[in-house]
């Protein structure tokens, strides 16, 4: 047990449909990321909340808005999403930049 | 732009051979260095981590790393693998505040 969850486990959705992704953290920690995990490529760093202020968004289309009311929870809305967009989404927290911990992330496919 | 570079994409080795992981990164300021392991259908997990001291770091189940500033490099090593070691490997750079990580190798340790 890592101290993130992160629901749902298993997402399928159409293009048109609008879902969010849920990630929380029981750790303390001041900073939360998402990353999406695809196949043969790097893990790519999408968005970086730390103290609830988002200091990072590394030119995420906007079908993809994160959301962070407190340092516990972090949310990432989707809308309109293509079939590119199917991977793993992987939730991080860290206490300011150290050792980040993930979440199991979730399984999102594009139909 | 950072960059991670992991030379092996996928290493299959025999139980109790030594192992040797390959990781390069292009920044050349102050960086904290990490090795990450994905084992079967679990989460990203660290192994070792190296911020300062001692360039050569020991983690959990036996792996070390040696940093080598001259060379930017930052390869994982265990002298005898096991067939529980079989997983994917992630080099990953904190810099600046954002992990960059590499493409990852897939170990896989025949019994």
């Known amino acids: 047990e890592t101290g993130v969850t992160q629901t749902p486990r298993h997402l399928v959705m159409g293009m048109t449909n609008k879902k969010s992704l849920k990630c929380e953290q029981h750790?303390?920690?001041?900073?939360m990321y998402w990353y999406k995990q695809s196949a043969k490529k790097p893990l790519e760093l999408m968005f970086v909340?730390?103290?609830?202020?988002?200091?990072e968004n590394n030119s995420v289309p906007s079908r993809f808005s994160p959301e962070c009311p407190n340092s516990s929870h972090l949310f990432l809305h989707l809308h309109t999403l293509q079939p590119e967009d199917s991977a793993l989404y992987l939730c991080?927290?860290?206490?300011?930049?150290?050792?980040?911990?993930f979440g199991p992330g979730t399984r999102l496919t594009v139909l | 732009a950072q960059s991670v570079s992991q030379h092996n994409h996928h290493v299959i080795l025999s139980e109790a051979a030594s192992l040797e992981l390959g990781c390069n990164y292009s920044?050349?300021?102050?960086?904290?260095l990490f090795w990450y392991v994905q084992y079967p259908g679990q989460h990203l997990q660290l192994l070792l981590k190296?911020?300062?001291?001692?360039?050569l770091v020991k983690g959990i189940k036996g792996f070390e790393a040696e940093f080598i500033k001259s060379k930017f490099s930052f390869n994982l090593r265990k002298p005898s693998v096991q067939w529980s070691d079989t997983a994917e490997y992630f080099c990953?750079?904190?810099?600046?505040?954002?992990?960059?990580f590499g493409k990852g190798t897939k170990l896989s340790v025949k019994p």
């Open positions: 909340y730390n103290f609830k202020e988002q200091t």
């Open positions: 991080a927290s860290s206490q300011d930049f150290d050792e980040q911990f």
């Open positions: 920044y050349g300021g102050t960086v904290n």
């Open positions: 190296y911020f300062s001291g001692d360039p």
């Open positions: 750790l303390g920690h001041n900073a």
């Open positions: 990953a750079v904190n810099s600046q505040g954002n992990l960059i």
